[in-house]
């Protein structure tokens, strides 16, 4: 797949899907249009370990974009952010909190006490939007 892409044989036309990323660490997938998960029959305790949805509140922050750009967090709890950027970030919410300048490879957190919808931004690249809704 990845040096022919997936050909998809289908009554509604086959086509080819060139640009196919196949990897065995779902974890560096990131945000997708579609998934095709395969694997074999004695891998799939593994394997369904690994896919499984993260079950803390965190956003990446990569190429200069939160994702995922909405995200649901717990009142009263801390939410993460994650920079992969070279580029140092710093989370902005409107009317709200603002979390210090983070490097590459550094977390920061904000807590919201109350519920409903928040936007932020990032303080030093306000066109880097998000949405948290609190719960
Ligand atoms: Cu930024």
């Known amino acids: 797949m990845r040096s ?10 086959d086509f080819v899907v060139e640009r196919v990323k196949a990897t065995d660490d779902p974890s560096s997938v990131g945000p997708v249009d579609a ?8 891998q799939i305790p593994e394997a369904a370990a690994k896919a499984k949805p993260a079950t803390k509140s965190e956003v990446n922050i990569a190429s200069f974009a939160f994702m995922p750009a909405k995200v649901t967090a717990a009142a ?3 939410l993460t952010f994650v920079n992969t950027d070279d ?3 710093q989370i902005t919410v409107a009317n709200g909190p603002r979390s210090e300048v983070f490097l590459r490879g550094q977390r920061a957190s904000i807590t919201l006490d109350k519920a409903g919808e928040y936007s932020y931004i990032c303080g030093l690249h306000p ?3 998000g949405t948290i809704e609190v719960k």
């Open 76 to 78: 009263g709890k801390p």
């Open 127 to 129: 066109s880097m939007k």
């Open 35 to 42: 998934i095709v998960f395969a694997t074999k029959a004695w």
């Open 87 to 89: 580029t140092p970030h």
């Open 4 to 13: 022919k892409g997936l050909r998809v044989d289908s009554i509604g036309g």
